[in-house]
């Protein structure tokens, strides 16, 4: 398949519940090109679908997920607590400016930055500001 023609479905029967489009994908395991007919959200061929792989696959989101958690910790505030209503904290921006934050149970990640600051390009300039003095 090449990638300027689109996924073309077909139908099967195979399915109890009736009719199911498959497509031809390519693996998603990586250095794989299997191309390989798929239902919609296969990602891995026959081989790749094996338990043997499964345990490389796990490591593989894991160190994806530590790098979004790293990636979000940069610009966010990481507070890890433990309550069970919704509750009222504030905080300080690096510019000095106090905002306030409510913290949700079992949500962990908060914004670093006050409203002013949490625009990428402002953020920038924030830390520039800061930097030079």
Known sequence: MTEDRPRKPYLSKNEPTGATKIFEKQCQYPECTTMYFGVGASK???EHQKNEYKK?????KDNEAKKEYEENAKSNNII??????????????????HFNITLIPDVHIYPKYCPEHRNIYRRQQ????????
Not at 56 to 60: C, G, P
């Open 44 to 46: 891995y061929c026959a």
């Open 126 to 133: 924030l830390e520039e500001r800061l930097a030079n003095g």
């Open 80 to 97: 890890e607590h433990s309550h069970t209503k919704t509750t009222q904290m504030t905080a300080t921006c690096p510019c000095g400016r």
């Open 56 to 60: 490389e696959l796990l490591k593989m």
